[in-house]
């Protein structure tokens, strides 16, 4: 493809001029000696990698020139390696699966039914919430509901807030597929929590929700509700409701990103499981370059509690 690509360009790379048309398929050039000396000195990360035209500052940053068609190649060769890593990666953790399952006398044939995921570890040990903390989440709630009662103000027909239907209900193996996923939210220890902050990733939206479930509620009221969940001690660098053993958060009062984001280890399982399959994961944790772990949990049918769990797990 780079040759195809190098046999469009009709003009010199480095100063513009027409090129002959009977030039050399990858050429690029024009036939100046001071075009091709100052093309040579050039590092190759500052040459596109598909038409090695010189690239600008902003085209440093994207790692290719303007030209769709170096465009479209670089990006299907960035695919690509992602998607070479991933399988790499998951033939390893596959291999350290094997391994770990030979240490505790898990059978093969039991330890292939184990799905892989490779999970995060949040390292932080919770401390007392600061006066401080506690006033700025506070101040968010209080901004928050500023908004949602403005919006609520200029709307003529405010949203109905509906509950699921009957025929919503999960099925036992979701309800399983749910409790597994949650599973390894506690084995992590919620990284992602931590950029929670003072705002809890609340917002005028997560108000006005709240405002149209209880909209006999003033300010204060609404706030003290919040507020009643914090904790004395929390993760110091995450969210304020983030505690060692989960958030304090009652679930209907989160915000909508709680319940929905699921982070790239825990969508190696999600959907990974058909009926009847058992609801098993092995869970290897990755800072930087390290890994840890090596824990397998399996839930019970029912989605309502972890039938067993057995492996090491990294210290806290």
Not at 98 to 106: D, E, M
Not at 135 to 161: D, F, G, M, N, Q
Request: with cysteine; glycine share 6%; charged share 25%.
């Amino acid at each position: 493809m780079k040759d195809s690509i190098k046999a469009s360009v009709t003009a010199c790379v480095m100063c513009g001029a027409a090129l002959a048309a009977w030039r050399p398929l990858e050429g690029v050039l024009c036939r100046s000696p001071v075009c091709a000396g100052k093309h040579l000195a050039l590092p190759a990360a500052s040459k596109c990698p598909e038409c090695t035209r010189p690239l600008t500052t902003p085209q440093l940053a994207r790692g290719h020139c303007e030209s769709t068609l170096c465009r479209e190649e670089v990006l299907k060769g960035r695919r690509e390696k992602q998607a070479a890593r991933k399988a790499a990666l998951l033939v390893s953790l596959q291999r350290r699966r094997a391994r770990a399952a030979a240490r505790l006398g898990v059978s093969s044939d039991e330890r292939d039914t184990y799905k892989v995921a490779l999970l995060p570890r949040n390292l932080d040990r919770p401390s007392p919430l600061t006066p401080r903390r506690r006033a700025l989440h506070e101040a968010h709630l209080r901004a928050c509901l500023a908004e949602a009662r403005s919006y609520l103000a200029t709307v003529k027909e405010p949203l109905v807030i509906e509950s699921p239907s009957v025929s919503a209900a999960p099925t036992a193996a979701q309800r399983a597929e749910a409790q597994l996923l949650l599973a390894g939210c506690a084995a992590c220890r919620g990284q992602c929590c931590r950029e929670g902050g003072e705002h809890a990733f609340l917002s005028g939206d997560s108000m006005t929700a709240y405002l149209q479930r209880f909209p006999e509620a003033d300010d204060d009221a609404a706030v003290a509700h919040y507020m009643q969940h914090i904790g004395e001690v929390t993760m110091p660098h995450g969210c304020v409701y983030q505690s060692a053993i989960g958030c304090t958060l009652a679930p209907e009062l989160r915000a909508d990103i709680c319940h929905d984001f699921h982070c790239t280890g825990l969508t190696m399982l999600k959907g990974q499981f058909a009926d009847g399959e058992p609801i098993r994961a092995y869970l290897v944790h990755r800072r930087g370059e390290r890994l840890s772990g090596d824990r397998f949990i399996e839930i019970a049918s029912t989605g309502e509690s972890v039938m067993s769990e057995h492996g090491s797990a990294p210290p806290a």
